[in-house]
Structure formats: structure tokens, C-alpha cells
């Protein structure tokens, strides 16, 4: 079969400075897509920037006989997203391919949270994703044509100690991922959520030695496909880490049903309710709402 390609495509990469963004970048490039390199070049804790690094990523892609643009503008707020989607409009004519993976860690224990902890990484990832696709999800619509790939984690999907704010964001992610694959079906958008495991600066601690298996180029694959025009899927979430791929999903129990429910019937019948055996994936909630509406006959 024929190798993926993305010829005529242009792809915003948020984040693409270092670290799983810049592989983004570099394989896309690589495969014909031309890109704007968004990175504020801030700490991992989201403080000061340089522009350094996305004009780096820029030249490599450049030097390398590809095309690409450095951005340094900053997802955290509606202005700056507008600002990302602009400089693909005015370098490039058009925006295929939004791939949301900017990110920076603020961890706490949950006690110890406070709102100067939880609000920047809300407004890195959860409204950086909003204010960078928003803009560009009106392009995509008039053309009837978008790929969207947000970044969540599995401290989101399954949960990290000391990571409520991180874990908030990207668990929201998914929520924002659902339904943004099912408003843009019918304008051939497709929206997919992607949760990495691979050594980065943000990451290289918690990793340790086994961070040298997990290398950041092995997801890029995944991400990659996604974007691709002959993608079939939307709105799933995959694991990528170290050359495995494997896809999270969203379970519903068969469940218990009693008309005249009552507290010690939860109570009574609770291993019932949490057993596994004959759950369904439903993609949205109208497959939740025609079971329960068989049940309630």
C-alpha cells in the first residue's frame, strides 16, 4: 500500500518547541504537510518565554527541505489562539490539521491546591486546546475538512497522586474530544484524543531509567494517522508509548434495574451494578438513553 502523505495539508502544532510537539512537527514535515511550530518557549511550569525553541524546530523542518513557520503566540487565551490560526492563514492560505499538545505541570497534593496552581494548567491545556481549535474549526468547517488530535493522559483518564489539576484538564480533554466528534461528522472533521507515555522534560523524572525505552518519536506515528485524511475514526482516545498503541474506551455496565429503587437496593445489589460482563461502548449518550428507555419498558 502507499505511504501516507500530507501533501497540500497545513498543520498547527501547539507545544512543537521540544519533546513530543517537535516529533509531531518533524514527521508531518517530513510527509509533505506544511507547519506552523506554536511554542511559547516557557518553563515546564508555564512561566517566562523564548522564542527560541520554536524557531529552531522552524529551521530544522526548513533546512531539511520541508516548510514551516515558528509562532510564539500563547493558547492560554482566546486572543492567542486566534493569533496561532491566523499565522497559518497568512502564511499558508488554510488550516487542515490542529494538533493540541502544548502543556506545562503544576503539581500539588490536592490539599495543598490552590487556584494559582489549578488555573494556569486549565488554561494551557483544556483552554488552549478550546482557544487554538475554535478558530480553526470555523476554516475546517467551511471547507468541510479538519483533523483534530488533542493530547490527554492517563493521569486524566485514570488518575495521578498529586495531579487533580493535570488530571482535571486532560480527563476534560475527552469530554471536549466526544463532542467535537460528534458536531463535526457531517462536515468531515474528525477529532481523536491521543494519551502519550514517552520521556520529556515534563516527564523525565517520573519516567527514570525506563524513559530511555519510551522515546517521544514513537507516538509521533499515531498522531500522524490521525491527521491523515484516511483516518476512519473519531472521537476515540489511543495509549502511544513506546512503539504500542492500544485504545482506551468508555464502558456501560448492564447494570441493575428496579422501578421502585431504593438505598439498600444499591447497597444490595452493588456487585451487580460494577460486574463487567456485558457492557456496551456507547458512542454517545443517545446509545445510553435507547437502553435505558428498553429497560424502563
Not at 498543520?11 to 519533546?19: M, P, Q, Y
Not at 533546512?63 to 489562539?81: L, N, W
Not at 490552590?114 to 486546546?129: E, I, K, N, S, Y
Not at 508509548?241 to 482506551?248: L, S
Request: glycine content about 12%.
Amino acid at each position: 500500500m502507499a505511504d501516507l502523505g500530507y501533501d497540500g495539508r497545513v498543520a498547527i502544532i501547539t507545544g512543537a518547541g521540544g519533546g513530543l510537539g517537535r516529533e509531531h512537527a518533524l514527521l508531518l514535515a517530513s510527509r509533505g504537510a506544511r507547519v506552523v511550530v506554536n511554542d511559547l518557549g516557557g518553563s515546564v511550569a508555564g512561566e517566562g518565554g523564548d522564542a527560541g525553541p520554536a524557531e529552531r524546530v522552524a529551521r530544522e523542518i526548513n533546512d531539511a527541505g520541508g516548510e514551516a513557520v515558528a509562532d510564539t503566540h500563547s493558547v492560554s487565551t482566546p486572543e492567542g489562539g486566534e493569533a496561532v490560526v491566523a499565522t497559518a492563514i497568512e502564511q499558508f492560505g488554510r488550516i487542515d490539521i490542529v494538533v493540541n499538545n502544548a502543556g506545562i505541570l503544576r503539581d500539588k497534593t490536592f490539599h495543598n491546591m490552590t487556584p494559582d496552581l489549578l488555573d494556569p494548567v486549565l488554561d494551557v491545556h483544556l483552554r488552549g486546546a478550546f482557544h487554538v481549535t475554535r478558530p480553526a474549526w470555523i476554516k475546517m468547517r467551511e471547507q468541510s475538512y479538519g483533523r483534530v488530535i488533542n493530547t490527554s493522559s492517563n493521569s486524566g483518564i485514570l488518575g495521578n497522586f498529586g495531579q487533580s489539576n493535570y488530571g482535571a484538564a486532560k480527563m476534560g480533554l475527552v469530554g471536549l474530544t466526544r463532542v467535537l466528534a460528534i458536531e463535526g461528522a457531517k462536515y468531515n472533521i474528525k477529532v481523536n484524543a491521543i494519551a502519550p507515555v514517552a520521556r520529556t522534560r515534563m516527564t523525565e523524572e517520573l519516567l527514570g531509567a525506563m524513559g530511555e525505552k519510551i522515546e517521544p518519536r514513537l507516538v509521533s506515528p499515531v498522531v500522524a494517522f490521525l491527521a491523515h485524511e484516511d483516518c476512519p475514526v473519531t472521537g476515540e482516545v489511543y495509549s502511544a508509548a513506546g512503539g504500542r498503541i492500544a485504545r482506551f474506551f468508555i464502558g456501560l455496565t448492564p447494570g441493575y434495574y428496579n422501578p421502585q429503587l431504593t438505598v439498600e437496593d444499591v447497597r444490595d445489589h452493588l456487585a451487580e451494578i460494577r460486574a463487567e460482563d456485558g457492557y456496551i461502548v456507547p458512542a454517545s449518550n443517545s446509545d445510553e438513553l435507547s437502553l435505558l428507555v428498553k429497560q424502563l419498558r
